[in-house]
């Protein structure tokens, strides 16, 4: 279901007042020796089926947590198509993102009439406004190929296009259970959040119609993946796959762009800037004109020099961090997840609903982890929530996959003391670990 967030912003803050006074009339000894039961919640980083494998036999203790991510309501269409390239695909998350970067790529250059990043990155934005409204790469591209302005409108594109900062304007959020070691579909809800408004009305340049024929020496479009198929993040990866696959597919059977078949060169990000470097660095030596990624927001933010330095795009189906909005990218860098400003407020509308009281928010220590805290923070802060009543914590992430697993036991034994009833968890599979910890050092978790 869709649940409209304006409308219950004034009931949410009024239910935190009343808790939080509500809470300070009772005898807070009375519970002295026995331990909080704690609501755990997550984040886009962690809340898919393939999270609780993290855990292992203990899998089970991600049974009611909740939490939010990016994510429309996926038609099974949509779907289908996806498992008709990757089978055994359980999760969906990021996958109509990364579909839809690979297609406003795809289409930029078409009407670009070139593979020229830089005339590329000037279309973008304009691919998804004020022009005539398409749904799919073949309508979309046979528009395009004929010069006509497009609005580019698919899965994860529905309410708006892009600001002028090349991010969506609008985006849904779903709120996810776990259930039984899985996502619980029928639990699921969806709101919407950002404003058509903030979408860009600026005219892109004109576009340029194919000749009939095309170029005889065109060369072929190339893309590269910068996805996470190693790492923290690799949790994420085969959704993410999928739609980049499917997204490729789908244009090359529509004539592919420029008169060509689209290339796509696959990449590793690693969730490791050592390794995402390597790979920016051959995919400049093959030729790519466009970098679909990187996968985690503190990989982007450290190959996104790489990248402009070499005149190339990145564009990123799944960077959240909301200080990537102003990078320093000169007009290259762009991305079809919404920025974490948005989830920050459906995360706070989540645990407010669940009259939580005293919440400790632990997040890997990079920008999208401290970023998404500290704005989960100001808007539990807004409703009412008191300093007092809230725990900040970060912890390193393995620097990669041979380093040892996160030992968050201090940190348990600080959330027991500190009389936590949700603890919020923003990071990615190395996030297990904490509640693991929480676990083993006697805290128990409601289920």
């Known amino acids: 279901m869709l649940v409209s967030r304006r409308s219950r912003v004034a009931t949410l803050a009024a239910c935190a007042t009343i808790l939080l006074a509500t809470s300070a009339c009772g005898d ?29 036999e203990r899998g089970n203790l991600v049974d009611g947590m909740k939490g939010t991510t990016p994510l429309t309501p996926l038609p099974e269409d949509f779907k289908s198509r996806l498992r008709s390239v990757d089978p055994a695909l359980t999760d969906y998350l990021y996958a109509a993102e990364t579909y839809d970067a690979v297609v406003i790529g795809v289409l930029a250059a078409q009407l670009a009439g070139s593979t020229d990043p830089a005339a590329i990155a000037k279309q973008i934005v304009g691919v998804t406004n004020n022009g005539q409204r398409c749904e799919d790469p073949a ?36 709120t996810l259970t776990f259930d039984g070691q899985q996502i619980n579909d029928g639990k699921t809800e969806f709101v919407g959040a950002g404003t058509e408004s903030a979408a860009s009305t600026r005219t892109p340049p004109k576009p340029k119609k194919e000749r009939p024929g095309g170029k005889p020496d065109q060369q072929p479009l190339i893309l590269g993946g910068l996805l996470p198929k190693t790492g923290d993040l690799a949790i994420a990866y085969p959704p993410m796959a ?20 689209v290339t796509w060169i696959d990449g590793d990000d690693g969730t490791s800037p050592t390794v995402a470097k390597a790979t920016v660095a051959k995919h400049v030596a093959d030729g790519v004109s ?43 860098y762009f991305r079809t997840a919404p920025p974490d400003s948005l989830q920050g407020r459906a995360l706070a509308d989540v645990i407010l609903r669940d009259g939580s009281q005293k919440i400790a928010i632990v997040a890997r ?33 393995p620097a990669d996959a ?15 003391d500190f009389g936590a009833d949700a603890v919020l968890l923003i990071g990615f599979g190395e996030s297990a670990q904490v509640i693991r910890a929480l676990a083993d050092n006697g805290v128990p978790i409601r289920h």
């Open 139 to 174: 309508s979309c591209l046979s528009l395009a190929r004929n010069g006509q302005d497009i609005e580019y409108r698919s899965v994860s594109l529905t309410r708006a296009g892009f600001t002028e900062k090349g991010e969506p304007a609008t985006a849904s959020y779903a």
């Open 28 to 56: 807070d000894k009375a519970n002295e020796g026995s331990a909080q039961q704690v609501r755990l919640y997550g984040t886009d980083g962690n809340m898919l089926n393939s999270y609780p494998g993290e855990l292992k």
């Open 290 to 332: 466009l970098i679909i990624g990187a996968g985690a927001s503190g990989i982007s933010r450290e190959v996104l020099p790489d990248v402009v330095e070499a005149g190339k795009i990145l564009f990123s189906p799944s960077n959240t961090d909301s200080s990537l909005t102003d990078v320093e990218d000169k007009g290259l």
């Open 402 to 416: 041979k380093a040892p697993p996160v030992d968050f036991t201090s940190g348990a034994k600080e959330i027991k």
């Open 365 to 397: 220590k990079d920008s999208y982890g401290e970023g998404l805290q500290a704005t989960v923070r100001d808007e539990l802060a807004k409703a009412g929530i008191a300093d007092d009543r809230l725990k900040l914590m970060t912890y390193e992430p």
């Open 242 to 261: 999928a739609g980049a696959a499917l997204a490729i597919k789908e244009i090359n059977a529509a004539g592919g762009a420029l008169g060509k078949p």
